[in-house]
C-alpha cells in the first residue's frame, strides 16, 4: 500500500461521497495502491450509511465506526492502527481541504521531511473562528518552538512510522499538536500554503472561543509532556525543594525569635506559614516520586475509544 487516506467525521453525511470521489480522482494520477479510511465517529445523522454505501461500491474505501462519539483524536488514532499505507495522509471531512494539493505535499515530504503541516492561506473561515485561531498558534509557536504557523490544521501528509507513533501518543485534544508531538519525538516536521476552502455543507463542531480554552489547557499538558514527560521528578521536585527551602528558613527566624529574642511565637502567623511550606514542600516531592513510578511501570495502555464495526 502506498497511500492511506484518513478521515475522521462527525454528522457530515453531505460531504462523504464527494470528498470520497474527489479523493479517488486525485489518487488515481499517483498510484493504483491507495486506501480512504473513514472514521465514524458517532454521527447521529446518515453519515455512516453513506459510507456504507460507498464501501460497498469501492473496496479501497474502508470504514470504522465508532459506539459513540469519541472525538477527533481517538478517530486519528484509531485510523493510524488501522492504515497501512507508507504515506499517511490526514483530512477534514468539510470539503474545506483540497486534495489537489496532496501531490505537492507528498513531493515536499520527499525533500527530506517525516511530516507536512497544512497552512491554511488565505483561510475562508467567520473571523471569530480565525482570531482565536491565531492566538492559540501565537501561544503554540511561543512554548514548543514549533514554528509551524497552523498547529490545529488536519491537512497532514507523514510517513507510516510517524502515525504509528502518534497512535499511541494522542488523546483528548493532543491532536491539535502533532506537529509539536512530532518535533519532540525527533521528526523533522515543516509546513506548505495549502488551498483552503469556505463550508458548504454541515456545521463547524466547536466555537472558537470554546476551542481557545481547550486548546490552551491542553498546550499546559503538551508543555509539561515535552519538558518533563520521563522525568516528573525534575518538575516537582523544583517546587518541593522551594516550598522546603522557605519553610526552612521562616523555621530558623522562628527559633532566632523564641530562643535568641525570648518571645513568644505560638501566635504568630508565620509559625502557620512554616508548617504549611514544609507540609506542601514535601507532598510536592512525593509527588514526584509517584509520577516517576507511574512512568517507569509497565502498566497496559487501553484505546480511548470503542469500535463497533470495520468495513
Known amino acids: 500500500m502506498?497511500?492511506?487516506?484518513?478521515?475522521?467525521?462527525?454528522?457530515?453525511?453531505?460531504?462523504?461521497?464527494?470528498?470520497?470521489?474527489?479523493?479517488?480522482?486525485?489518487?488515481?494520477?499517483?498510484?493504483?495502491?491507495?486506501?480512504?479510511?473513514?472514521?465514524?465517529?458517532?454521527?447521529?445523522?446518515?453519515?455512516?450509511?453513506?459510507?456504507?454505501?460507498l464501501n460497498k461500491k469501492d473496496k479501497k474505501i474502508k470504514v470504522i465506526k465508532f459506539k459513540r462519539n469519541f472525538g477527533k483524536a481517538s478517530a486519528l488514532a484509531a485510523g493510524f492502527e488501522q492504515a497501512k499505507g507508507n504515506l499517511v495522509?490526514?483530512?477534514?471531512?468539510?470539503?474545506?481541504?483540497?486534495p489537489e494539493e496532496i501531490p505537492a505535499m507528498i513531493?515536499?515530504?520527499?525533500?527530506?521531511?517525516?511530516?507536512?503541516?497544512?497552512?491554511?492561506?488565505?483561510?475562508?473561515?467567520?473571523?471569530?473562528?480565525?482570531?482565536?485561531?491565531?492566538?492559540?498558534?501565537?501561544?503554540?509557536?511561543?512554548?514548543?518552538?514549533?514554528?509551524?504557523?497552523?498547529?490545529?490544521?488536519?491537512f497532514r501528509v507523514m510517513k507510516n512510522e510517524v502515525a504509528k507513533d502518534l497512535s499511541k501518543t494522542i488523546y483528548g485534544g493532543l491532536f491539535r499538536y502533532i506537529p509539536s508531538l512530532a518535533n519532540w519525538k525527533g521528526y523533522k516536521v515543516t509546513e506548505m500554503k495549502v488551498i483552503h476552502h469556505p463550508r458548504k455543507f454541515g456545521e463547524a463542531k466547536f466555537s472558537g472561543s470554546g476551542r481557545l480554552i481547550r486548546g490552551?489547557?491542553?498546550?499546559?499538558?503538551?508543555?509539561?509532556?515535552?519538558?518533563?514527560e520521563k522525568s516528573p521528578a525534575y518538575f516537582f521536585g523544583k517546587f518541593g525543594l522551594g516550598l522546603l527551602g522557605l519553610g526552612f528558613l521562616s523555621g530558623l527566624y522562628l527559633l532566632f525569635v523564641k530562643y535568641w529574642l525570648k518571645q513568644i511565637i505560638g501566635n504568630?502567623?508565620?509559625?502557620?506559614?512554616?508548617?504549611l511550606l514544609l507540609v506542601l514542600g514535601v507532598q510536592f516531592i512525593f509527588f514526584g516520586l509517584l509520577g516517576e513510578m507511574i512512568t517507569h511501570s509497565n502498566q497496559k495502555k487501553e484505546t480511548g475509544y470503542k469500535i463497533s464495526k470495520v468495513l
Not at 118 to 146: A, E, H, Q
Not at 216 to 228: A, C, E, G, P, V
Request: glycine share 2%; aromatic share 12%; net charge negative.
Open 2 to 53: 502506498d497511500i492511506s487516506i484518513v478521515i475522521p467525521a462527525y454528522n457530515e453525511e453531505l460531504n462523504v461521497e464527494p470528498l470520497s470521489n474527489k479523493l479517488k480522482n486525485v489518487l488515481n494520477t499517483i498510484t493504483s495502491k491507495y486506501e480512504i479510511i473513514w472514521v465514524d465517529d458517532g454521527s447521529k445523522d446518515s453519515t455512516f450509511a453513506n459510507l456504507e454505501k
Open 89 to 98: 495522509i490526514t483530512m477534514d471531512a468539510d470539503m474545506q481541504d483540497d
Open 107 to 154: 513531493n515536499k515530504l520527499n525533500l527530506g521531511y517525516d511530516l507536512v503541516v497544512g497552512w491554511k492561506y488565505p483561510r475562508k473561515d467567520p473571523f471569530s473562528k480565525i482570531f482565536f485561531s491565531r492566538i492559540f498558534n501565537f501561544l503554540v509557536r511561543k512554548l514548543t518552538n514549533v514554528t509551524v504557523h497552523d498547529s490545529d490544521c488536519n
Open 216 to 228: 490552551f489547557l491542553d498546550l499546559i499538558t503538551i508543555k509539561f509532556l515535552i519538558s518533563f
Open 268 to 275: 504568630r502567623p508565620l509559625l502557620l506559614l512554616t508548617v
